[in-house]
């Protein structure tokens, strides 16, 4: 009989085991599953573990693993009945963005999951953050690429890591839970993406886009800012788009005469520069504040209420569509999956 669910190990915690360098990601993880999950195997759908090579702590993670990641789902696709995707935390919130866009609306769940400590360790988290995704992995239909961790799901795009050092590591700020795991299991699917049929999909195997390194930068807002700063981004030619992290409800320094030199020159090379916020919850309102207004004549794009993460991926997702300055243009305001508060 074959296994109902696929568990993709890429590296992280959730996997990593001491060495004499420190933790670090380890080969073997299928054993060290079966063991810590002990009497609860049976109540739970058969899995088998597939490890990436090479295992990789999550800060290494760049967008050519998010082609991976996809190009390793479309391979066996028709074989599982759902899909974990075990992630360091450190950077799970990119991947998950990423996958949203690229996988859309899924007919098999798409699940990510990680820990805080690793699996077997004195009170890790690695054990429930498992237990709670395969009960979810292929029992109950989630068309959102989703995070499954302490107990909640999470829409992928719009999730943030906002704690190194508790369980509770991620949160959604301007977007409600897809569910909550806990002894009843509440899923709001009203808040889910609607599913599409497959005769409407895109096959899988297409959505493996290749990604353009370098192509997005990020860059953030503070009193006194070095000028060289806007000047590398500019010369970069690698660099297409900008995500910048202003001020509130999406304020800049509408009298330092040299950003607004910065953002003529984007205009000018059509580089594609999206406005964020800084603040954890809320979205820009563009134009609000006079210090905001000047960004709209220079065709800043408003990130609305979006993550760093989503904003950062989605760009980059655009442009490994092939779209050039006015096609990311055109298509911004489209909300592909629920990335933005509509």
């Not at 990593?16 to 990601?25: I, N, S």
């Not at 195997?41 to 800060?59: C, Q």
């Not at 190009?71 to 963005?97: N, P």
């Not at 004195?122 to 499954?148: E, F, G, K, W």
Request: glycine residues 8%; proline residues 4%; negative net charge.
């Amino acid at each position: 009989m074959k296994s109902q669910v696929l568990i993709l190990y890429t590296g992280g915690t959730i996997g990593m085991v001491q060495t004499d360098l420190g933790l670090a990601p380890a080969s073997g993880l299928q054993e060290r599953i079966e063991l810590a999950m002990g009497a609860s195997l049976p109540d739970l759908p058969s899995f088998e573990v597939m490890e990436l090579s090479p295992l990789i702590d999550s800060a290494n993670i760049t967008p050519s693993n998010w082609t991976q990641l996809v190009s390793t789902l479309a391979t066996h696709w028709q074989d599982y009945d759902g899909f974990i995707i075990l992630h360091g935390t450190d950077t799970m919130a990119y991947t998950t963005s990423a996958l949203s866009f690229m996988l859309g609306s899924c007919d098999k769940n798409v699940l990510v999951t990680g820990s805080q400590i690793p699996l077997g360790m004195n009170r890790s988290d690695a054990t429930s953050n498992l237990q709670a995704a395969l009960s979810l992995a292929c029992n109950h239909p989630i068309p959102d690429v989703s995070l499954v961790f302490d107990g909640k799901l999470m829409r992928g795009n719009r999730v943030q890591k906002v704690s190194s050092g508790r369980f509770k590591a991620f949160a959604t700020p301007n977007d409600e839970l897809l569910g909550e795991i806990a002894i009843d299991m509440q899923l709001h699917y009203d808040r889910m993406l609607k599913q599409t049929s497959s005769a409407d999909s895109q096959p899988i195997s297409e959505r493996a886009l290749t990604f353009k390194e370098g192509a997005v930068a990020v860059l953030t807002l503070h009193p006194s800012q070095p000028a060289s700063i806007y000047q590398s981004v500019l010369d970069d030619e690698n660099c297409q788009a900008i995500v910048l992290m202003t001020y509130g409800a999406g304020n800049v320094p509408d009298q330092n005469t040299t950003f607004l030199d910065f953002l003529s020159e984007t205009l000018l090379r059509k580089k594609v520069v999206v406005n964020l916020t800084q603040c954890l919850h809320g979205g820009v309102s563009q134009g609000a504040y006079a210090a905001g207004s000047v960004l709209s004549s220079m065709k800043v794009l408003s990130g609305y209420d979006m993550t760093l993460e989503a904003a950062f991926c989605k760009l980059h997702f655009l442009l490994a569509q092939g779209n050039d300055y006015q096609d990311i243009h055109n298509q911004w305001d489209i909300n592909l999956c629920n990335e933005f508060s509509a």
